[in-house]
Structure formats: structure tokens, C-alpha cells
């Protein structure tokens, strides 16, 4: 049974999935962030992916999106998108918008 979930979100957060089934699984994360021109000066925009609380990914500062394959997932196991920053702007309500999309198989 294959799994793709689309979920889109607003402002810095944690997001958690809970994986239905025991797969390798695609997460691909997208962001638009404050810019110069819109008065948002350098973002310090971080996202970082976790399977089961660990760390499996952690973007460079500013990035405007990140990918990985999480390996032998099972049943149960969670996966959480966090994303963080240290720049004030980007703290502000929805400053940071983004999208997620995981799905089992292998990757793209």
C-alpha cells in the first residue's frame, strides 16, 4: 500500500507524521521565507528531519528547502519536521510558509 501525505504549514514549528507501514521514506520539504525586499532581512531559517526523535537531517541556514530518505522505517516510528531560527524576522506570524511531502518507496 503506497503512502503520500501532503501537509502545508505557517510560521516556525514541529511537525510529527506517524508512518502507517515499514517502508523507506521520501521526505521533501519546501519553504518560502523572508526576503530583503519584503523587509525580512537574511533568514536563519533551519529545518531539520527526524525519525523516531534522531536527527537525519539538518539544513544549512537560509536553505529554502530540504530532501532525504529515511531507511527502515517501521510501522509506528514517527518522523518530525522542525523548522527554527535565530533571525527575529523570521519569527513573526507565518513569516515562514512551507510545504511537506512524505511518501514510502524509493527515492526520486
Known sequence: MAFNQSLSFG???TIVISCPEA???????KCQIPT???GGGVSALVIVIKHNSS???TGTA????????????AAGDTISV???SSN???EKLNAI?????????PGY
Open 11 to 13: 510560521g516556525l514549528t
Open 23 to 29: 517502508a523507506s521514506y521520501n521526505v521533501d520539504v
Open 36 to 38: 530583503l525586499s519584503n
Open 55 to 57: 536527527t537525519v537531517y
Open 62 to 73: 537560509g536553505a529554502l528547502g530540504a530532501w532525504c530518505q529515511i531507511p527502515a522505517v
Open 82 to 84: 522542525v523548522t527554527s
Open 88 to 90: 527575529p524576522a523570521d
Open 97 to 105: 510558509q512551507g510545504q511537506i511531502a512524505i511518501s514510502d518507496g
